[in-house]
């Protein structure tokens, strides 16, 4: 699986306005929302399930990086989207850093193959440094859009 087949460009926070987690991760579920990519009536529970999700586990992995994620019954395909944040986000993350770059993912609950497979999309990128960076430096959509489709072209940083 390729970033091309679940990350909504068009939700793409660059500049997220808020250092609370809470807010981070609605602000991205609004965009997706915004962007036509939930089902009708479903943002707030969505949001809802993520939040519960991110409480029972940190989902910031360190180095900067949030990958708050859920299955959700309502979902019909696994869908993302990346916020960027100058100020940093306290994830509760591994290495006690803020985060900079948050990509939510957002998966069927009956499809629990390709919510593994966008995991190890995601994972497999994040895992680099170089990748890390240019996620962090990026300041428009574009320039996100430009670095997820440069990884799945080229997938060994």
Do not use: Y
């Amino acid at each position: 699986m390729k970033f091309t087949d679940f990350i909504c460009f068009d939700a793409t926070i660059q500049q997220l306005e808020t250092d609370d987690r809470d807010q981070v991760i609605r602000a991205l579920v609004q965009s997706l929302d915004k962007a036509g990519k939930l089902p009708s009536g479903q943002a707030e529970d969505i949001l809802q399930a993520v939040i519960d999700r991110e409480n029972e586990a940190s989902t910031g992995m360190g180095k900067g990086v949030a990958v708050p994620h859920v299955k959700h019954p309502a979902l019909q395909e696994v869908i993302g989207a990346v916020g960027i944040s100058e100020r940093g986000i306290d994830f509760s993350a591994l290495d006690k850093q803020p985060v900079f770059s948050v990509i939510l993912l957002l998966s069927p609950e009956d499809s629990p193959e390709k919510h593994l497979q966008a995991m190890e999309t995601v994972f497999k990128d994040l895992q680099q440094e170089k990748f890390r960076r240019f996620l962090k430096q990026s300041r428009t959509a574009e320039q996100v859009e430009d670095l997820l489709r440069e990884a799945d072209e080229c997938p060994s940083w």
